[in-house]
């Protein structure tokens, strides 16, 4: 037993420190979560509906975000017309604590983790709002392909772009690079 141990450590250990950076924020998130009312959206959402309109705006694009009366998502009107919903799984956390979780198990240097976690968080940050603003508009031009474009293609585009940034992180900045 020891001698596989010893065999599979960087594995073990990548494994271990994963999960226990994951299972931390996760936690860290629902408690932060648990502070709002079940009809409120948190303000990690809010931000990203604001940051969205923002984005659509600079297009020209007749774009109103405001919260639901009675649920906790933020509709989204497009073009005066009401249909689509930004609720707490639009806001990223997931994937951003996904991120960290994989970067801090290859960690590298203390200033390398630490720059390359607070640029990858900005950029998928960034992407997603610019991702639910170009599903608004295709969605609005091609309702019959939601299925696809919410369901296949946008989740592919920022999983892919995570899954570059963690490639680059183990060949260029990790403890594991050469």
Same mark, same amino acid.
């Given at each position: 037993?020891?001698?596989?141990?010893?065999?599979?450590?960087?594995?073990?250990?990548?494994?271990?420190?994963?999960?226990?950076?994951?299972?931390?924020?996760?936690?860290?998130?629902?408690?932060?979560?648990?502070?709002?009312?079940?009809?409120?959206?948190?303000?990690?959402?809010?931000?990203?509906?604001?940051?969205?309109?923002?984005?659509?705006?600079?297009?020209?694009?007749?774009?109103?975000?405001?919260?639901?009366?009675?649920?906790?998502?933020?509709?989204?009107?497009?073009?005066?017309?009401?249909?689509?919903?930004?609720?707490?799984?639009?806001?990223?956390?997931?994937?951003?604590?996904?991120?960290?979780?994989?970067?801090?198990?290859?960690?590298?240097?203390?200033?390398?983790?630490?720059?390359?976690? @607070?640029? %990858? $968080? &900005? #950029?998928?940050? =960034?992407?997603?709002?610019?991702?639910?603003? +170009?599903?608004?508009?295709?969605?609005?031009?091609?309702?019959?392909?939601?299925?696809? @474009?919410? %369901? $296949? &293609? #946008?989740?592919? =585009?920022?999983?892919?772009?995570?899954?570059? +940034?963690?490639?680059?992180?183990?060949?260029?900045?990790?403890?594991?690079?050469?």
């Amino acid at each position: 037993m020891k001698k596989y141990l010893v065999q599979y450590k960087p594995f073990l250990l990548f494994i271990s420190i994963f999960f226990a950076t994951y299972i931390f924020l996760t936690l860290v998130y629902k408690s932060y979560l648990n502070l709002f009312e079940p009809s409120e959206v948190d303000g990690i959402t809010n931000l990203v509906g604001d940051h969205v309109k923002y984005i659509m705006q600079l297009f020209g694009a007749d774009i109103r975000i405001q919260k639901n009366v009675s649920e906790s998502f933020l509709e989204v009107w497009y073009n005066k017309v009401y249909f689509v919903r930004i609720v707490e799984g639009c806001n990223a956390v997931s994937i951003v604590i996904l991120f960290i979780s994989f970067v801090i198990s290859f960690s590298g240097k203390w200033k390398s983790t630490v720059f390359f976690i @607070l640029f %990858g $968080v &900005l #950029f998928i940050y =960034i992407l997603n709002a610019i991702r639910i603003a +170009l599903l608004t508009v295709l969605l609005f031009r091609f309702p019959e392909n939601q299925q696809f @474009l919410h %369901g $296949v &293609l #946008f989740p592919l =585009i920022i999983y892919g772009v995570v899954f570059i +940034l963690w490639i680059i992180w183990v060949n260029k900045f990790s403890k594991y690079a050469k």
